[in-house]
């Protein structure tokens, strides 16, 4: 059965990034066929909630406007049967434009709600979130990153599974990189 495909490309490096590499082969391996509606955080005018948008989206959720524009990447992620997050290993997580898109896509109400006893029980359909990573050094599961995107989609938005595909060390022996890289990507996406 055809998937609705969300990938959430924060390669800001575009096609010089070996996480954009790593992207394009999971594409290939694991959904021909699928939909694929991307995302590139690069190219949109992303930028962090501060008070008067805070305000607004308080003002709209309270509304129930569930509907209005400002809720587009919560519905879209929402909606969508996999989500596919490709960001390269920054400051022992990712690069702060992928933070800024999760704080536009958790909405109450749309992608998660509080129950009565007070938790929180996520309104997204995806049947898992895909983590794809590289880094330069060794991190040694250290991937702060990987462990985020795994808390947000299982403690917030209800998605259960995660698949993590990183790979490190690609800077230790710069000589060997694209080696290490292409060697790595057969591996994982064979």
Known sequence: MKKNILVVDCCIRKEKSATAKMLEAYLVKYCKGDSIERLRLYDM?????????LEKRDALLLEKKYDDPFFDLARQARDADRIVFAAPFWDMSFPSLLKVYIER????GITFSSTAEGGLQGLCKADKF???????GYVRGENEGARYIRCVGQKLLG???????????????????????NSEIRRLFP
């Open 45 to 53: 005018p992303l930028k962090p909630l501060l008070l008067e948008e």
């Open 105 to 108: 896509i958790c909405a109450s």
């Open 130 to 136: 895909v983590y794809i990573s590289s880094c330069g």
């Open 159 to 181: 998605v259960k599974e995660t698949e993590e595909f990183i790979i490190d060390g690609l800077d230790v022996d710069p000589s060997q990189r694209e080696n290490r890289l």
